[in-house]
């Protein structure tokens, strides 16, 4: 089962979607897992984007370019990441 989940294309995207509700619920006994859940979005993350991706879409951003959209999971990623660091209090 952990083979099929690895290459569910939205595994990754779900991973997000159950830290952003874990952030919205405000529920810090789940932080544990919320850590590890976006350890495996960031995986899934990696496998979807070529390594430079991030780094051409902030070129991009500097020249004043719209940035695509495949950037939002990296995004998110970050803005939950610092969530969890504020959580425990290492913001």
Do not use: H
Request: aromatic share 6%.
């Amino acid at each position: 089962a952990g083979q099929l989940l690895d290459q569910m294309e939205n595994f990754g995207q779900l991973q997000l979607d159950i830290c952003w509700a874990y952030a919205m619920l405000g529920d810090t006994d789940r932080l544990p897992d919320a850590e590890a859940r976006l350890q495996v979005a960031e995986r899934m993350i990696k496998r979807q984007v070529d390594s430079n991706f991030l780094t051409l879409a902030e070129v991009k951003a500097e020249q004043g370019s719209t940035l695509p959209p495949e950037v939002l999971p990296s995004v998110r990623l970050w803005l939950l990441r610092g969530i969890s660091r504020w959580c425990r209090g290492d913001a």
